[in-house]
Nanobody, 124 residues
Framework: QVQLVESGGGLVQPGGSLRLSCATS????????IGWFRQAPGKEREGVSC?????????YYADSVKGRFTISRDAAKNTVYLQMNNLKPEDTAVYYC????????????????WGQGTQVTVSS
């Protein structure tokens, strides 16, 4: 069955970096969009960065993370990464990865499969 497992969260000081990993199994990664989403307390879940299925070749970044975050895929490892640099306190949230077959969007409601989330806290 489809499984997604996030890792790499933690506590980091402002200006620091983290790399989140989303280990996938149960499906062919190239056929799926993979998105990174986050949810802070009292806020709605939002799309951070999404990578469409391979044939579409679309990559999305929220305005708030452009130039700081990078999404990447390693098909050989069935893993998708989110490199986060120059982290800010407002990046604090639970980060989720999700998958959508033949997906092209970065809307949380379009994604069918979700991981359990990993906490990212940016604080001095």
């Amino acid at each position: 069955q489809v499984q997604l497992v996030e890792s790499g969260g933690g506590l980091v000081q402002p200006g620091g970096s983290l790399r989140l990993s989303c280990a996938t199994s149960g499906f062919t990664l190239d056929h799926y969009a993979i998105g990174w989403f986050r949810q802070a307390p009292g806020k709605e879940r939002e799309g951070v960065s999404c990578s469409s299925h391979s044939s579409a070749g679309i990559t999305y970044y929220a305005d708030s993370v452009k130039g700081r975050f990078t999404i990447s895929r390693d098909a050989a490892k069935n893993t998708v990464y989110l490199q986060m640099n120059n982290l800010k306190p407002e990046d604090t949230a639970v980060y989720y990865c999700a998958a959508e077959v033949l997906g092209r969007s970065c809307r949380p409601g379009d994604y069918d499969y979700w991981g359990q989330g990993t906490q990212v806290t940016v604080s001095s």
